[in-house]
């Protein structure tokens, strides 16, 4: 692991892939300030996009739908440092899940 990108625990048993039949799923963040970080969620909670603190440390992330409740805290709410919004996108062929840095659309 690069110095750049903190130590993450891993838990013991996890998959790479999306095959609908649920199960602890490694989902890498590509991209952005948090390109390299993994997140491991349950296969049926994996959310279509998800926000991410502006910053390095502490990293938080939540899912879109907790996106106006972040707004209104310190860590979602910085209008000079707004959230980085990362969209689900599942290979075609291996079916392994990524989030993607995406940029607001302003």
Do not use: C, N
Request: without cysteine.
């Amino acid at each position: 692991m690069s110095a750049d990108i903190p130590f993450q625990p891993r838990p013991a048993e996890f998959k790479t892939t999306m095959d609908g039949l649920g199960g602890l799923v490694r989902v890498p963040l590509e991209g952005g300030l948090h390109e390299g970080r993994e997140l491991f969620i349950d296969e049926p909670d994996v959310p279509t996009e998800i926000f991410t603190t502006p910053r390095r440390d502490p990293f938080e992330w939540w899912p879109a739908t907790l996106r106006d409740a972040m707004e209104e805290t310190a860590v979602g709410g910085d209008p000079d440092a707004p959230p980085i919004r990362y969209v689900l996108r599942v290979a075609d062929d291996t079916r392994e899940p990524t989030f993607v840095a995406e940029p607001e659309a302003g």
